[in-house]
Nanobody, 125 residues
Framework: VQLVESGGGSVQAGGSLRLSCEVS????????VGWFRQAPGKEREGVGA???????HYADSVKGRFAISQDNARNTLSLQMSSLSSEDVATYYC?????????????????????WGQGTQVTVS
């Protein structure tokens, strides 16, 4: 079971970026997947998550700007980010957990997820 993030890079303030999380070794539709980020010198925080059935959750700081989608045919998840600012600079991670271990109330708890990607860097200039 493996998660591989891609799509990170540098973007100007106000711009957009789309991150992808490619899943291998399991069927993504049977898992909940969260997106997290860690800025330099700060703790890792939840950005958003998508649960079986398509229910999504977002941190207040990204609501209306970020959107999570899932492509079951390609076993891939995406994080579409827009109106980016310096506050969004971080390494972004996707993480997954079997649907039986998923609870919406703790979508942003790192402890819920037992499979993590290696991260992808996002820089805003």
């Amino acid at each position: 079971v493996q998660l591989v993030e891609s799509g990170g890079g540098s973007v100007q303030a106000g711009g957009s970026l789309r991150l992808s999380c490619e899943v291998s070794g399991y069927t993504v539709s049977r898992y909940c997947v969260g997106w997290f980020r860690q800025a330099p010198g700060k703790e890792r925080e939840g950005v958003g998550a998508i649960y079986t059935g398509g229910t999504t959750h977002y941190a207040d700081s990204v609501k209306g700007r970020f959107a999570i989608s899932q492509d079951n045919a390609r076993n891939t998840l995406s994080l579409q980010m827009s109106s980016l600012s310096s506050e969004d600079v971080a390494t972004y991670y996707c993480a997954a957990a079997d649907w039986r271990a998923c609870t919406s109330a703790v979508w942003d708890s790192q402890a819920q997820y037992n499979i993590w990607g290696q991260g992808t860097q996002v820089t805003v200039s």
